[in-house]
């Protein structure tokens, strides 16, 4: 791995001329047959940063540099399964909802963002069309192996109502990010630690996690206490609201969770068919989200790889 040419490549430039600069397309990776080019990695850079609502400067390009180049890696890894499935492209109402989402439903206002800033706005759109189209391929691949046991959702309820106890729900949110052989363990959590107290922990979820709550800026909605497992459950009681947990390493990623607030809902206010709903959804998104981190990480342990 050729890091430092990378870093040079990206460092040659002053703030002025990074977003000024013209189309060099000077190959910096290579993903099997797809190439990465140092323009890329600039609009990837500078795409990361408008989204976010940060200033364009040297600290915030530096921040995000590396990760954006792993992201990058990561979008050829699935682009090229997507190719291998044949899927078509995501339908343009979806695209623009997420698209809506992280302009505050101003597209034109975010496509004027690149366009002062001699950015490929068709670029970004395109990488969210891979994201789209690769949860749908982890869903045509794996949704026959999603089997959730209604009967003990079923039983918890029960117990819920026999017990006639309040119910605790925490509305949380969460950052997982693939982990790998490319960078330590140490080293890839005090990246992303950093990161957060830097830009918000919503806006490295946004832009860095490969959850598919990423898209809601990592938020997770109201989870019932009961619906998490003990090892979560230990975690999160033990925090403060606000409190950000300490990273929570699992086989191919690392997960950071946010205690957004916590209530207690008496059980007789409670809608039960729809709590139910929520409990049996929730585990197929966790299961789903572990087949996808475990789907990309076989690709990359598979594909040739080539630093320039």
């Known amino acids: 791995m050729n890091l430092l040419k990378i870093i040079i490549i990206i460092l040659i430039t002053t703030l002025p001329e990074v977003t000024k600069a013209k189309i060099k397309n000077e190959i910096v990776a290579r993903v099997e047959n797809k190439i990465i080019t140092d323009y890329e990695i600039k609009n990837k850079i500078l795409s990361s940063i408008i989204v976010a609502n940060k200033e364009i400067n040297q600290e915030n390009i530096n921040s995000i540099k590396r990760q954006s180049l792993e992201t990058l890696i990561q979008l050829k890894l699935k682009k090229l399964e997507i190719d ?25 206002g975010l496509q004027d963002k690149f366009k002062n800033n001699n950015l490929d706005f068709q670029l970004f759109v395109e990488e969210i069309e891979t994201e789209l189209m690769w949860q749908e391929l982890i869903y045509k691949i794996y949704s026959k192996k999603i089997k959730i046991d209604e009967k003990n959702i079923d039983n918890e309820l029960k117990k819920l109502i026999k017990n006639e106890s309040d119910i605790v729900e925490f509305n949380i949110s969460e950052i997982e990010i693939f982990l790998d052989d490319a960078n330590s363990y140490e080293e890839k959590v005090l990246y992303i630690e950093d990161l957060i107290i830097k830009n918000g922990f919503d806006d490295v ?7 598919s709550s990423a898209s809601n800026y990592g938020n997770l909605g109201w989870i019932n206490s009961k619906s998490l497992s003990s090892d979560i459950y230990k975690i999160i009681i033990n925090m403060e609201k606000k409190g950000i947990s300490k990273p929570i390493k699992r086989q191919n990623s690392i997960l ?21 709903l929520k409990l049996i959804n929730q585990k197929k998104n966790e299961l789903f989200n572990l087949y996808s981190i475990s789907h990309l990480s076989k690709l990359k342990n598979s594909s040739l790889i080539e630093y320039k």
Do not use: C, G, M, Q
């Open 84 to 108: 291998k499935f044949n899927l078509k492209k995501r339908e343009t109402d979806k695209v623009n909802t997420y698209l809506n989402s992280i302009s505050s439903n101003n597209i034109i």
């Open 256 to 276: 950071f969770l946010k205690l957004n607030d916590i209530k207690e809902s008496k059980l007789e206010n409670l809608n039960i068919p729809e709590l139910k």
């Open 205 to 211: 979820a946004l832009k860095f996690s490969i959850s």
